[in-house]
C-alpha cells in the first residue's frame, strides 16, 4: 500500500475514533439515581398513613405491560394503592394503549389491546382507589385519521365497566380542562394535551370556529380554574410534559446515534453508526410535533406556562417522556415526569441545573396531602419483580 495512502487511512480511523469518543463522554445517559445536592442532605421522614388525608398517584405510558406475568411495576403500585383504599386516586397519564390506541370491535388485535388495558383497569379494582385515564398520543392513534375515534372507543371500554371509581378524563377526544374536585383539599386540573399536537380531526370548543379560537378559550378556562381553586392544592396533569431530559427534549444517547431502531423496539440493536445520528440531528430540527421542538408543542406549552406563571398550581405532572424527573419550574411550582410505566422503555436521560430528581427505571410517584396541610412527594419504585417497593426519592412541597 503506498505511504500516502496507508496515512490517510488512519488519519480517518483517528478521526472516527476521535469522534466516537466525544460522542460516548458526552452523550452517556445517567446510570444510577440522580439528587441534586441541595436536597441530598437533605432528610424528609415518613409519615403515619393515618395522617394522610388523599395521596394522589401519577404513572404514565404504561399501556404496554408485560402480558406473559404481572408487570412489577403494577404489582407495586396496586400494593401501595391498596394501602389507602377510597384516598387514593391513580392518575394513568396517558398512552395507556400501546401502539395506536384500542381499534375497532371487529379488529384482529382488538382482543389483545383490551388485555392491555384491562391491566390498569385491574390495579384500579384491586385497590380500591378511583382510577383517571388521560389520553395520549398513542391512544389517538398516533398520526392516525382514526384517532379522535380511537380515543372515543377506549372511553366506551372503560364506561362499559360500570365502575364509578373509573373514569377516562378528558372525554371525546375534548381539550379540556377538566375539573375534578378531590375530597376537600385537592383540584385535579385535566388536561388533553395531544388535542393540540393531533393534525387530524377533533372537535371544538362550543360557540368556537376554529382551532385559534378553541386554544384560546382553553387556556382561558384554564385560567378561572386555577384562580377559583381556593385553599385547594391544584394538581395540573396532562399527557406532555413541559420540561424533561430524555428524547422528547432532544437528548440522545450514544445508544441512539448507533442503535436507532432502539426507537422502534428495545431489542433491536442493529449498529448503524453514523447514519443513525441522522436520527437525533433530525428530531432536533422539530420535524415531531411530539418533540419539544415541534412548533405545535413549542406553542402548547408557551400558552400553559404564560397561564401558570400568573397562576401557579402546585404541580404539572405528565408522562410521554420515559423517565422518572423531578423539575423546579422558573415559577412557583414543580414539572413531575412519571412516564416509566413499564419495564418495556429503555430511555436516554440526562440532567440539568434545574433537576431535582431524575432516574432511568420504572416507577410511579405519589403526592400525599396530610392532616396539617403539608404535601410530601415520594417517587417510589418496583423491586423483586414488583413484590416490594423501595421509595427513591422524597420531598416536600409545602411544609
Known sequence: MPLHQFEHRHRVIFLFTFLASLLFLNSCSIQGVFVNDKLATSHVENVDKDDIVQSVFLIGDAGKPSLEKKEPVLAALEREASKYRERGVIVFLGDNVYPKGMPKESHDERPFMERRLNELVSVVEQSGATGIFIPGNHDWGEWSDDGLESVKRQNEFLEAKKNTRIRMSPQGGTPGPDIIDIGAHVRLVVLDTEWWLHGNPKPLYPNTHDENETKKAITDSLEKVLKSAGNRYVIVVGHHPLESHGTHSGFFDWRDHIFPLREIESWLLIPLPVVGSMYPLIRNLGISNQDMSGSKYEEMKHAFENVFSQHPPLVYAAGHEHTLEVLESDDEYLILVSGY???????????????????????????????????????????????????????????
Open 341 to 399: 410505566g413499564t419495564s418495556k422503555h429503555d430511555p436516554s436521560l440526562t440532567h440539568a441545573d434545574h433537576t431535582l430528581f431524575a432516574h432511568r427505571h420504572t416507577g410511579f410517584m405519589r403526592i400525599d396531602i396530610l392532616i396539617d396541610q403539608r404535601v410530601r412527594l415520594g417517587v417510589i419504585e418496583p423491586r423483586s419483580e414488583g413484590e416490594k417497593s423501595e421509595e427513591v426519592f422524597s420531598m416536600w412541597i409545602r411544609q
